[in-house]
């Protein structure tokens, strides 16, 4: 193969010696094969929507694996990929063979073991650190869903890796797609330069319909099961709403401020979901007050109505010569330009993108405001970074019992 700014390969002469040193060239900065290769974990809407906005954002990519812990799932994405119209022209890039297909709770171990060279994280968040850390030793581009976990023992687990990568040159891609959006971009580029003059209050807000995949449970479902298919209902794999989806809002405020917060105070409950095992025991609204080391403060709320009521997605930056409100409805949100900037990056054609460790801070202070108002208790940066929380399941089986919990009541929540 003829060498080119896509395809060479790093040598490095022994001082005083002919011999060479021959890196791996994936782990080259600047490297890329004609047609890079992709391979799915997490084959639900999330995972289809990734790589359809990968094909749009980048004309060189190819999906050659998959893997989930459904059947239905990989073969319903993989029909949807298929058939959509928008790849109607690009179906000679999906090139994932029957024995590429890979169905259980150790499909990732096989997805990573193929010939993909770019990895996309798209389960549930509960597994996010396990897989990635997976996917970094096994030095692999990484484009990963936010949020990046759902305890502070997984996000430990997440930031060694994200540490690795970065060592490594691996270039990791949040879904926080406000990093990716060009009006986003703008906006905070304006007032980090001091286009509001000095930042003295962020507001941010999701207030929407809540999320429920399943109507009922199938008889024949394990508890490990149900709770996959119905995971934004389970704390250990969903994370909360202020996690799940609230990180979109307090990652552009830590975005601003260059960091996070060292304290919060919070407060929460479920007014509105029934105590039914299809709505879990996760809160229906949250709303934390967050502050950063130079006393500026975030007010941070999260709601979940059912029905068509109050509706409020976005941020509000307070000055001291003015204010800006942010919003993704008013510009291109960034799915597609977060492919476009992973595989940039890959390539050597913009300067190294790892956005790993920024979004990792993010998902813990979205869990340092959770475990504030699951608790009742103010708690601190240095006290969610070293909480013993861990929610993973210890047995994976369909049939296995999941984990379960009560809807935490201050006071009697205990914060570990």
Request: aromatic share 10%; net charge positive.
């Amino acid at each position: 193969m003829q060498t080119s700014r896509r395809s060479f390969f790093s040598r490095y002469a022994a001082a005083g010696a002919a011999a060479f040193t021959i890196v791996k060239p994936q782990l080259v900065r600047g490297w890329a094969a004609e047609k890079m290769k992709i391979g799915l974990i997490g084959c639900g809407g999330r995972g289809r929507a990734a790589v359809v906005d990968n094909f749009l954002g980048d004309p060189a990519t190819e999906l050659v694996a998959m893997g989930d812990i459904f059947e239905d799932k990989l073969e319903g994405s993989l029909k949807f990929l298929r058939e959509n119209k928008q790849l109607a022209e690009m179906q000679d890039r999906i090139k994932v063979a029957p024995d590429k297909r890979f169905v259980g709770f150790d499909a990732y171990k096989k997805v990573l073991a193929s010939d993909a060279e770019i990895i996309f994280l798209c389960t549930p968040p509960g597994w996010r650190p396990l897989h990635f850390e997976a996917a970094i030793n096994a030095k692999k581009h990484v484009f990963c869903e936010k949020p990046f976990g759902t305890d502070a023992t997984g996000i430990r687990r997440f930031m060694e890796a994200v540490r690795k990568s970065e060592q490594m040159k691996l270039t990791v891609v949040s879904g926080a797609q406000r990093r990716s959006d060009p009006a986003y971009i703008e906006a905070v580029d304006k007032i980090k330069n001091g286009s509001i003059g000095d930042v003295v209050a962020m507001y941010a807000y999701w207030v929407g319909t809540p999320v429920i995949q399943q109507k009922a449970r199938d008889p024949k479902w394990g508890d490990l099961e149900w709770q996959h298919r119905n995971w934004y209902s389970n704390l250990w794999i969903c994370g909360d709403q202020i996690v799940e989806q609230h990180l979109h809002n307090i990652d552009v405020c830590n975005w601003i401020m260059g960091g996070h917060p060292v304290k919060v105070v919070a407060s929460g409950g479920a007014v509105w979901r029934p105590r039914e095992e299809l709505y879990g025991s996760i809160y229906d609204h949250v709303a934390a007050d967050f502050e950063y080391a130079n006393g500026v403060r975030m007010s941070s709320y999260c709601r979940q109505y059912p029905g068509r009521l109050y509706n409020q997605v976005n941020e509000i930056i307070a000055g001291s010569k003015g204010r800006v409100t942010l919003d993704q409805g008013r510009g291109a949100p960034g799915y597609k330009n977060e492919h476009t900037k992973l595989m940039k990056s890959i390539r050597g054609e913009i300067p190294y993108v790892n956005e790993g460790m920024a979004v990792a801070e993010s998902t813990l202070t979205c869990i340092m405001g959770r475990e504030s108002a699951y608790s009742g208790m103010q708690l601190t940066w240095d006290q969610i970074l070293n909480s013993k929380q861990d929610l993973m399941p210890k047995e994976w089986d369909y049939k296995a019992p999941g984990p379960k919990m009560d809807l935490p009541v201050p006071g009697q929540y205990k914060f570990v």
